[in-house]
């Protein structure tokens, strides 16, 4: 190939080059500009709290028809008040609960939660409400591991339940663990989550506790705080023998 022929050919490869180059960077312009860090979105709820489990129904379907249910639907649209959410799921695993000892017992089984009577609802729903408004930043440590330095902070619920509120400080990791040098532990430098936890014995305040741990905190709707629980490690009631016995106690509907 001759002088003339081989530059022609390199000015042919720059000129079919130069539009996919092109097109790489304005690519890489818009996928920067979408991925792009805007900052901490916005907590606030323009609505109240009832119209905040409303609006999610992924996660507060069942939730809203049973506080419907309970006649507490105009509480949580005026009412000040910090509410620890139980997720469907959590209902879906009390009403199982039900259904099993109802069983062992030679009674029917409940399919619906309308077969339990709306006080009893009620009576459990509101331990997971509390007045004012509270978010992350206004609880104190605790670590199941060390209550004597780190014990959160005993709250009666709305329904005079006694309860205990704190956040959990994680451990972060620093370094690799397959690096030479490998990893260090630092103590309660890591993410930090709500944990609200029912207090069975009142005599014993820091004892026996049975906890829900929250997965989203910090929706502020008009009229106070929400706190998601994670439904995965949480039955709603906390103790789904005292449920069952209240359900039982008040009647339960098989018709």
């Avoid at 130069?18 to 979408?34: D, G, Q, R, T």
């Avoid at 900052?39 to 905040?52: H, L, Q, V």
């Avoid at 260090?184 to 207090?199: A, D, E, F, H, N």
């Amino acid at each position: 190939m001759n002088n003339y022929s081989a530059q022609t050919h390199k000015k042919m490869k720059q000129l079919l080059i130069l539009p996919v180059l092109i097109m790489i960077i304005f690519s890489a312009c818009k996928k920067n500009s979408y991925y792009e860090d805007t900052g901490i979105n916005d907590p606030r709820f323009n609505g109240t709290i009832m119209d905040y489990i409303k609006s999610d129904t992924l996660y507060f379907d069942t939730l809203v028809r049973v506080v419907k249910y309970a006649g507490l639907e105009e509480s949580l649209s005026k009412d000040p008040l910090t509410f620890f959410a139980p997720p469907d799921p959590c209902f879906k695993k009390i009403l199982d609960a039900v259904s099993e000892y109802q069983l062992r017992v030679g009674a029917d089984s409940v399919t619906r939660f309308e077969q339990i009577k709306p006080e009893v609802w009620k009576q459990f729903l509101q331990m997971y409400l509390f007045p004012g408004n509270r978010g992350l930043k206004d609880y104190t440590q605790v670590d199941t591991l060390a209550l004597d330095t780190y014990k959160g902070a005993l709250f009666e619920s709305v329904s005079n339940a006694p309860m205990n509120i704190g956040v959990i400080f994680n451990d972060a990791i620093s370094g690799n663990p397959n690096s030479a040098g490998g990893s260090t532990v630092l103590k309660y430098q890591g993410y930090r989550q709500l944990m609200l936890s029912y207090v069975p014995d009142q005599a014993r305040p820091y004892s026996f506790w049975i906890n829900a741990v929250v997965s989203a905190s910090d929706v502020a709707p008009t009229n106070g705080r929400v706190h998601r629980l994670r439904y995965m490690t949480h039955t709603f009631g906390f103790d789904p023998f005292s449920f069952i016995q209240a359900a039982r106690e008040k009647g339960i509907d098989y018709n």
